[in-house]
Each structure stands twice: as C-alpha cells, then as structure tokens.
C-alpha cells in the first residue's frame, strides 16, 4: 500500500506543468499605476539622492531656535525655584513694629537687599510683611529644595523657617496676644 502511495504521489508531481516566471513574480502583476504612483526615471531618482545628501537630519525632540546648555534635572529644579511655597499662619502674630500679621495663607520668598535677608509675606500679589531673617547652612531636616514651614520657639514665638535653591533663613516672629 506504501509503495502505490509512494508511486501515485510521483506520478502527480512529475505530471504537472511548471512554468517558471522570468525575473520577479510582480513583474506582470496589475497596472504600474495602481496606487496612482508614477513611475520614476533613473535620472530623477538619482537626482532626488543627491538633493538629500547634503542635508543634515534635526533631532526632532530640540525646539527650533532654543539651544541647549543644561540636562532636564538642572532645568527642573531652577523652574523649582520659580515657585514660591505657601505657609500656613494658624494665629495672629505680632511684629517689632506693631503691626499684626493675621491668620491665612501667604506665598513665602526669600531675598537678599543691602547684604541683609528678608523673608516677604504675600498675598494675591501684595507683599503683606517683610520679616528680617537670619540666613544659615541648616536645611532644618527638609528633603525639599523649596521650603517654608512655621515651627513653635518657645511659649509667646514662632520660627518660620525658609530654604530655597539659594540659602535657607529662618525669622522667629512674636505671638500676638
């Protein structure tokens, strides 16, 4: 039974009409101009090479007209900087001159004016206080680059303490009563 297999099976193979293709198989398949492309000279596309060899590829991923001068973690923690941070005054307080600080939220910066450190209060834009402040190398235990907090000093004063990407300070602040 094998063998009849075996000789049927030749039998077919060799019976059939090859026909070999000349050249490639698509030669003669459909129109050229089926996706309404149009056939190209040896010229043309020769010409077409030489037009792009010249030219340089842009990295795609840079801005037009910016160049760049400092890694992404550097651009990130200047643009930190940029942002002040908010502190949270739960209680009135009371400056040297009198005047009352009240309760709410303030936007905290940190400056320098004539060698001496400030810290100024804000509040939709308007500078509420402007504290004297001591400026120190203490990062006060802070993980943040940028950051303001209120610590108790003792029975009747706070200490707002205040870093940045350039000094930390902080200013102890009397309770008002």
Known sequence: MKNFLTVLFAIIVCSGNFALAEG????NYGDQNIYGQEAVSD???EQALESKKGK???????PKGESIQQSNETDSILNVSKELPILLIPLNLKLQDGSIIPTGHYQVEGVKENGKT???LYQAHYVIA????????DDFGEQAINFVKLVPHGQAHVQIV??????????IIDIAE
């Not at 402007?130 to 190398?137: C, D, F, R, S, V």
């Not at 205040?162 to 200013?171: E, I, L, R, T, W």
Request: proline fraction near 3%.
């Open 56 to 62: 340089k590829k842009r990295d795609k991923n840079i």
């Open 24 to 27: 490639d198989l698509w030669d």
């Open 43 to 45: 010229k043309e596309f």
């Open 118 to 120: 400030y810290l100024k």
């Open 130 to 137: 402007k504290l004297p402040a001591a400026e120190t190398n």
């Open 162 to 171: 205040f870093g940045n990407v350039n000094f930390n300070a902080y200013s």
